[in-house]
C-alpha cells in the first residue's frame, strides 16, 4: 500500500512537515510494509512560506522588521531567484498576539507594506503573500500606508491606517506610493469569503479576533463604505475577505491577483500526478469545522484526489457540525485526542503523540 500523507500545519504546535511525519510513523507501526510520500501543504495560512519551501528547495530568510505586530520583529520568508513567499500570520497573526489581547480594531498590517517594500528593494520580481492566520480587519490599509498612500479625514489630516479609524476616512493620497510596475504580487487566500455582509471578513472572523457582536457589525460597515467609496468593483468578489480584508486591500494597493492558496500549492507541487499513484490519501489540520469548506487545505486536498480513492482526515479535533461523512471529497475524519487536557500547554505538548497513535489504530483498519 502506497499513502500520501498531505496535512496542513497544526496551528501553534507542528509543522505541516513534523505532522506528516507522526502520521507516518504511527501508520508504519501498523503497516511495515507500506511506502509512504510526505506532501506538508498550507492553504495561504500560516505555514504557507514553509510549505513552499519544503517542496520546492527554496531558501529560508530572516528580515528584521520595524512594524511586525507594531514591533520590531524577525520575520521569516521564502527565497527562489526573484521569487519571495511571506505569510502575513508571521507578521501580525492570531498566533503572535494572547487570545485575551486580541482587538482587530487596533492591529497594524503595516508590517506586510513593510515586507513588500524590503523585498522589491532586494529586486524580488514575483512576491507571494499567504493571508491567511491573521489578527487585523484593517482591509488592508496599514499595508498601503507602508507603500507610501496617506489617509486622510473631512479636514485633510491624515489619520492612523487602523480598523477603527476606516470610517473617518474621506481621501487617499498615492503622490509617494512605491512604483511597483514590472513587480507581480499574488495572493494566496486560505477562504472563498468576500469582503463584507454575513460571510465576510468581520462576521465571519472577527470573533477569533476579538471584536464584539457591536465592533463586528460596525467593521462591516466600515469596510463596506470605504470600498464602495473608493474601489466599489471590490466587493462581493470571492475570497476578498481574506486576511481581514488585506486580499482586497492588495487588489486595490498593489495591483495583486488573488488566487486559491491551496490550489496554487498543489499546483506547484505536482499533487496530481502524486495522488494517482497513491491508494490512499491522508489530510489534516488543527480544527476541522465548517470554515474548513471555504477553501482550507483538508477539503482543497480531498476535492482533487483521483474518483475512487479514500480519503482520510486526522485533526486535532472535529467540530458538532461536521457530520454525514463522506462530505466534500472528505470518507472519514479521526479527532486525535481522546479527551481534553486541563491546559493549551499539556494539549500541544502531546500532539506528535496523539497523532502517531491516531495513526496506528487506522493502520489497523487497514491491516
Known amino acids: 500500500m502506497h499513502i500520501l500523507i498531505a496535512?496542513?500545519?497544526?496551528?501553534e504546535s507542528?509543522?505541516?512537515?513534523?505532522?506528516?511525519k507522526a502520521i507516518r510513523n504511527g501508520l508504519q507501526a501498523s503497516l511495515p510494509k507500506a511506502t509512504f510520500d510526505l506532501m506538508p501543504v498550507a492553504d495561504g495560512g500560516e505555514g504557507t512560506a514553509l510549505a513552499l519551501a519544503q517542496n520546492k528547495r527554496m531558501t529560508l530568510k530572516r528580515v528584521k522588521l520595524e512594524h511586525a505586530y507594531s514591533q520590531s520583529k524577525e520575520v521569516s520568508y521564502a527565497l527562489d531567484h526573484e521569487m519571495a513567499v511571506?505569510?502575513?500570520?508571521a507578521i501580525?497573526?492570531?498566533e503572535l498576539i494572547p487570545e485575551n489581547e486580541r482587538h482587530s480594531l487596533m492591529v497594524s498590517t503595516e508590517g506586510v507594506g513593510e515586507m513588500i517594500r524590503f523585498l522589491v528593494n532586494e529586486g524580488v520580481k514575483k512576491i507571494l503573500i499567504g493571508v491567511g492566520g491573521s489578527a487585523t480587519n484593517d482591509g488592508g490599509i496599514g499595508m498601503a500606508k507602508a507603500l507610501g498612500y496617506d489617509f486622510k479625514d473631512?479636514?485633510?489630516?491624515?489619520?492612523e491606517a487602523l480598523a477603527k479609524n476606516l470610517s473617518v476616512i474621506k481621501t487617499i493620497q498615492s503622490d509617494n506610493q512605491l512604483d511597483l510596475s514590472g513587480i507581480t504580487i499574488v495572493v494566496l487566500a486560505d477562504v472563498t469569503n468576500p469582503l463584507c455582509g454575513p460571510d465576510g471578513a468581520a462576521y465571519t472572523y472577527g470573533p477569533q479576533k476579538g471584536l464584539t457582536a457591536f465592533e463586528i457589525e460596525q467593521v462591516d460597515r466600515d469596510l463596506e463604505q470605504f470600498y464602495e467609496d473608493h474601489f466599489p468593483d471590490l466587493l462581493g468578489q470571492i475570497s476578498l475577505g481574506a486576511g481581514g480584508g488585506m486580499a482586497a486591500g492588495l487588489r486595490a494597493f498593489a495591483g495583486a491577483t488573488v488566487t486559491s492558496g491551496i490550489s496554487y500549492l498543489l499546483d506547484t507541487i505536482d499533487f496530481d500526478r502524486r495522488a494517482s499513484v497513491a491508494d490512499l490519501v491522508i489530510v489534516g489540520e488543527g480544527r476541522l469545522d465548517?470554515?474548513?469548506l471555504s477553501g482550507k487545505a483538508p477539503i482543497g486536498v480531498a476535492k482533487r484526489v483521483p474518483s475512487g480513492k479514500k480519503v482520510i482526515a486526522i485533526?486535532?479535533?472535529?467540530?458538532d457540525d461536521i457530520s454525514g461523512f463522506p462530505i466534500n471529497g472528505i470518507d472519514a475524519a479521526f479527532p486525535i485526542i481522546p479527551n481534553i487536557p486541563d491546559s493549551k500547554a499539556a494539549l500541544f505538548k502531546k500532539t506528535s503523540v496523539n497523532l502517531e497513535r491516531t495513526?496506528?489504530?487506522i493502520g489497523q483498519l487497514l491491516l
Open 359 to 361: 495513526g496506528a489504530a
Open 290 to 292: 465548517r470554515q474548513s
Open 7 to 11: 496535512p496542513d500545519s497544526f496551528k
Open 92 to 94: 501580525c497573526g492570531l
Open 154 to 159: 473631512e479636514s485633510s489630516r491624515s489619520v
Open 14 to 20: 507542528l509543522s505541516a512537515l513534523e505532522v506528516a
Open 86 to 89: 511571506f505569510d502575513m500570520a
Open 315 to 319: 485533526c486535532g479535533s472535529v467540530s
